[in-house]
């Protein structure tokens, strides 16, 4: 498995940014997909966004046109930048990756809170 460790999660007030950072064991070249969740108190954990190795991209509706999800291969991390953010996006960001050789793994989480 890859160990995975989310950083940059904090308070912030609405339509305000935030970057988070998802930093890999090793090298994440191999690695067939990463991705963002977040899990919002009594909701289910949701896709936010995701990145293959080729950098396809697929966003979650809600964060279409606010979000970025990039990755960089020389320093074995990805990351989320969060614009206009909204107190809906409120929750706890969990990194995920994917690959065939390493299987599937996930960070132990960073919250994200949005509010006044």
């Known amino acids: 498995q890859v160990q995975l460790v989310e950083s940059g999660g904090g308070l912030v007030q609405p339509g305000g940014s935030l970057r988070l950072s998802c930093a890999a064991s090793?090298?994440?070249?191999?690695?067939?997909?990463m991705g963002w969740y977040r899990q919002a108190p009594g909701k289910q954990r949701e896709l936010v966004a995701s990145?293959?190795?080729?950098?396809?991209?697929n966003y979650g509706d809600s964060v279409k046109g606010r979000f970025t999800i990039s990755r960089d291969n020389a320093k074995d991390t990805m990351y989320l930048q969060m614009n206009s953010l909204k107190p809906e996006d409120t929750a706890v960001y969990y990194c995920?990756?994917?690959?065939?050789?390493?299987?599937?793994?996930w960070g132990q989480g960073t919250q994200v809170t949005v509010s006044s």
């Open positions: 995920y990756s994917y690959s065939v050789a390493r299987g599937s793994s």
């Open positions: 990145i293959t190795s080729g950098d396809g991209t």
């Open positions: 090793g090298s994440i070249v191999a690695i067939n997909i």
